[in-house]
């Protein structure tokens, strides 16, 4: 398969910078702030932190079977299903809170788009390290022989 990338542009890789931190920051202040128990911060911290795993798993499992990288179908079943869980989790624990619906909906809108801003940073990385692989990690291997 033929692999030409066009580079992302600065403004594009800055913008998903933006995105993930802005999301992901934003959504840990409001923990940090919230008068709610620890375990339920910790509930929130997890769906956060699982949520944004799976979503840049999916974004590589993808894109590898795109390239012909073989995927195995339980992973990339897995990926999909982890998403929708971290996404239907976040979705059942704000629905049965207590707090104000404005809260709720900064929790959401801070969660989805630190989970945009993650898959866009990957697909950066991702398409820089592919127009230079002497610089991936994958170069500093030695080969099997």
Request: charge should be neutral; charged fraction near 15%.
């Amino acid at each position: 398969m033929d692999r030409t990338f066009q580079k992302p542009t600065g403004a594009f890789i800055a913008a998903s910078w933006t995105a993930l931190l802005a999301g992901a920051v934003v959504y840990l202040i409001g923990l940090w702030n919230a008068t709610m128990q620890l375990n339920e911060k910790g509930y929130y911290f997890t769906i956060l932190m699982y949520g944004l795993f799976a979503a840049v798993s999916l974004q590589k499992s993808v894109r590898d079977r795109l390239e012909g990288t073989p995927v195995t179908g339980i992973y990339y079943g897995l990926c999909w299903i982890s998403l929708l869980l971290a996404i239907g989790l976040l979705t059942i624990g704000l629905f049965n809170s207590t707090l104000a619906n404005s809260e709720k909906g900064f929790y959401a809108m801070a969660f989805l788009l630190s989970l945009f801003g993650a898959v866009a940073v990957q697909k950066n990385v991702r398409d820089l390290t592919a127009r230079h692989p002497e610089t991936s990690p994958a170069a500093e291997l030695p080969e099997a022989g």
